[in-house]
């Protein structure tokens, strides 16, 4: 057995998950992956499966050390492994956290008798050390003004992650006595109970803004002048704009006439709301910003306080959870450094050359798709053709970043770590690390490439598209079996990466989110004839997945956008994948499967789940994901000789061609 993510046997693979007593015309999926979960018992899918191999080969990769060159690549894993220090020989550096909250002029469970203004606190935080609270606020690019960055808006996932602990593994009296466990650990001796009651309450009652608030976010731009509107005058938009301007440089500087991008709004009310519930309970709201500077910087403080904090989980479930979480803090750091220290190694000029291949053909596909369409309007056309060919793509890695040399060049901001068992300011090297604004101000103006900073978490594995900025990312991390080896076939690589591709590059025409232009502003670029067209084929698709799911979904389900992004990528990838494998090309190479048989196995053996997989709010279960998509395909029934009216092959097609 061997952890690397690619050590794959696609064609032993395939074999051994297929239940070959099924008919593949009546469950294509139980005949493609109906014995996976017996071949592999620990994991949930294809998706967990890969992601574990990523974690073990890289956990080992940065135990291999000392580097002695400290390279970019080597200073990010070298960060990795300091943090990654504290699980294995269950290290204490709580000194150095109190030290962190100090230089934000917060303490906890000991508020310092000062006086803070809280919304400075949370926007220092946020821009000057990425530590993101009630909010997530960066500077991104901005994409209406090439040579400058523009301050983003956003729910935090930081406070997210938090409401989803709280509720698995910290219910009812567990979360009072864990963090009282902190309190005491953190503390100078004093009884802690009032406290972390009352902040029970506090955050309880934010979680309560949040969920309440979520029916009423917007996505757009706006003005620094607008702030104070969008938070119901509770907070002016001249103190919004000062707080932000003391921690941006000099030249950065904002007016109140410069935009931001908030990418839902429901943040700033609640933020609005929150800070003006417990505006005359300053030490009360001290006390919770405290925590939870505290509970986000804990992984890198104590192992013994994060496995209190974490429900007393397993020892393989905190080894996952705290190489997530150190992967999670490098990553914010140095994203493109970590990824290219991985890797590097696996992904050779061929294989990315390859997938670019694949990127581009199935785009141009969906050009001369979209050119051909009979239902769209010429107007609507033009514009569905705009927005393809200005859509910006980021295969595995950014183009500035294919070099040594500008992996360094891009991250000189980074300090040199001592790979040693020190606990000096461990945890302050790790956090002081991330670039500030400032840092990441100077390091634009020397760039061409706006998606570079775009950081996101590249050791996970993945692809999508970000509505906001037009960008398609394709990780490295998805670049290796059961999706991707540029030595599979050609029918297996379409039918793999091929079709995530074709999925993300459908999200451009997303139901809900599509009405954006390649600069995040909002516009009606449907003819009124062609939307009710293309809802009419989105009500068709609903229909069908609510017929396979035995239920009634409602147009508006959460599911749709991913279901279409499944439905139509599919189309757009089997079109690429035929201009360059004729239909009379038969043999694939794998058995005695033909070419179409491979490509169809590969889109449904990237689905192979375990039985018991628990359900998402936004996604289809992983069969129907497999065989809803295929029952729309006449090329699959030729395939598979399906009959007509079989399940797989029923007469009624939805289609967006």
């Not at 103190?239 to 991008?261: F, G, I, K, S």
């Not at 609640?270 to 405290?290: C, D, Q």
């Not at 992996?407 to 020190?422: A, K």
Request: glycine fraction near 6%.
């Amino acid at each position: 057995t061997c952890f690397t993510p690619d050590c794959y046997d696609f064609p032993r693979e395939l074999s051994m998950a297929m239940n070959v007593a099924e008919d593949p015309c009546t469950d294509f999926y139980q005949f493609v992956c109906g014995r996976w979960s017996k071949v592999h018992p620990v994991d949930k899918n294809q998706f967990t499966s890969l992601q574990r191999k990523i974690f073990f080969s890289l956990y080992d990769d940065i135990r291999k050390g000392p580097w002695n060159q400290q390279s970019a690549r080597e200073k990010s894993a070298i960060a990795l492994s300091m943090c990654e220090d504290i699980f294995i020989n269950r290290q204490e550096y709580l000194d150095d956290l109190r030290n962190v909250l100090s230089q934000h002029q917060l303490g906890w469970p000991d508020i310092p008798d000062t006086d803070v203004d809280v919304l400075d606190v949370l926007v220092g935080l946020a821009l000057d050390a990425d530590i993101h609270l009630l909010f997530q606020m960066k500077l991104v690019p901005n994409f209406k003004q090439d040579d400058r960055l523009i301050l983003s808006l956003s729910q935090s996932p930081s406070l997210i992650l938090w409401f989803q602990t709280r509720a698995l593994h910290l219910a009812g009296p567990s979360l009072g006595e864990a963090l009282l466990q902190v309190a005491n650990a953190l503390g100078s001796g004093q009884d802690y109970t009032a406290l972390v009651e009352s902040l029970l309450k506090t955050d309880t009652n934010l979680m309560s803004m949040y969920f309440e608030g979520r029916d009423k976010d917007l996505i757009g731009y706006s003005q620094f002048q607008e702030l104070g509107d969008l938070t119901s005058g509770r907070i002016s938009s001249e103190r919004w704009l000062e707080a932000v301007n003391r921690h941006l440089p000099q030249e950065a500087q904002m007016t109140a006439q410069n935009e931001l991008y908030i990418i839902g709004t429901a943040c700033l009310a609640v933020t609005s709301r929150f800070l003006n519930k417990y505006a005359r309970e300053t030490h009360r709201l001290r006390s919770f910003l405290g925590w939870h500077v505290v509970r986000t910087l804990l992984p890198l403080a104590s192992y013994r306080l994060t496995k209190k904090l974490m429900g007393e989980s397993s020892e393989p479930q905190m080894a996952i959870t705290y190489l997530e979480s150190c992967i999670g803090r490098v990553s914010d750091i140095a994203p493109y450094a970590l990824a290219h220290f991985f890797f590097g190694k696996f992904l050779t000029e061929t294989a990315l050359r390859t997938a670019e291949s694949l990127v581009n053909g199935i785009r141009e596909a969906s050009l001369l798709s979209f050119r051909n369409l009979s239902w769209m309007e010429e107007g609507t056309r033009r514009e569905a053709l705009h927005k393809l060919a200005s859509l910006h793509k980021v295969v595995a890695f950014p183009k500035g970043l294919s070099s040594k040399e500008a992996i360094d060049n891009h991250y000189s901001y980074l300090p040199e770590f001592r790979q040693v068992q020190t606990s000096k300011l461990k945890i302050g090297k790790i956090l002081n690390s991330s670039a500030s604004s400032r840092d990441f101000y100077q390091t634009l103006k020397q760039s061409k490439y706006l998606s570079l900073y775009l950081h996101t978490p590249l050791i996970a594995v993945n692809a999508f598209y970000m509505f906001v900025y037009h960008v398609m990312f394709i990780m490295p991390s998805i670049h290796f079996p059961p999706y991707f080896d540029s030595r599979m076939p050609l029918a297996a690589r379409y039918g793999g990466l091929g079709h995530v591709i074709g999925h993300e590059i459908t999200h451009v025409f997303d139901p809900f989110m599509g009405n954006m232009d390649e600069t995040g502003v909002k516009v009606n670029w449907f003819s009124d004839v062609s939307r009710v067209r293309f809802i009419g084929r989105l009500e068709c698709l609903v229909r069908q997945y609510s017929e396979a799911s035995h239920s009634y979904r409602e147009p508006t389900s959460l599911t749709l956008s991913e279901d279409f992004a499944d439905d139509s990528g599919l189309e757009q990838t089997f079109a690429a994948y035929r201009s360059v494998v004729p239909r009379g090309d038969a043999s694939s190479g794998v058995g005695t499967l033909e070419n179409d048989q491979l490509f169809f196995m590969a889109t449904c053996h990237k689905w192979c789940s375990a039985r018991l997989e628990g359900k998402s709010a936004y996604y289809s279960p992983k069969n129907m994901r497999c065989n809803v998509p295929l029952m729309n395909s006449w090329d699959f029934a030729r395939a598979f000789d399906c009959k007509p009216g079989s399940p797989m092959n029923p007469v009624h097609k939805c289609s967006f061609k």
